[in-house]
């Protein structure tokens, strides 16, 4: 638990953030990422395991950096990207707590195509994000939203 002082500093820098256009005098937290087998990557506790690992692998196509039968580190092949999830029925679920993954893509059209073709995805939806912007929205088995964006810099004017 973060200690109230700590929590009042946070308030004061996050407002100061806001103010300025989220610009701040801070420097980055320094991570020497050279080598290592993943840059960043959210991990989520699921009650049915096996469907999410199946979930990645079959919508996704997702290489595993670990696999076990509790325990699930997912990469893209170019190294874009890592998601985790572990077997974990005492925490709630991602759908409960809000959890959402946001993706990006130039081409929302052959994405949505791969997705229908598939035919693992029924609750596949496309609608407007923006004036510019489709987004197709599915869900993972354990309820995790998952939204892929369409780059707005691939619009025709």
Known sequence: MT???SL??????GAAAIRFDGRHPHAPLRLEQ?????RQMFEYPVTDFTAEVGFFTLVFGLQTIALTDHYALFT???GAYCLSFRRDEALPSPSVIGLKLLFM???IDGTSAQLQRSGVVPD??????TTVQRVIHVATPAGVAIEIWECPTTQAP
């Open 105 to 107: 893509t130039t081409d």
């Open 124 to 129: 596949l939806e496309i609608r407007a994000g």
């Open 8 to 13: 009042d500093q946070f308030r004061e820098a």
């Open 76 to 78: 893209h092949p170019d």
């Open 3 to 5: 200690d109230p002082r």
């Open 34 to 38: 050279d080598g290592v087998v993943f």
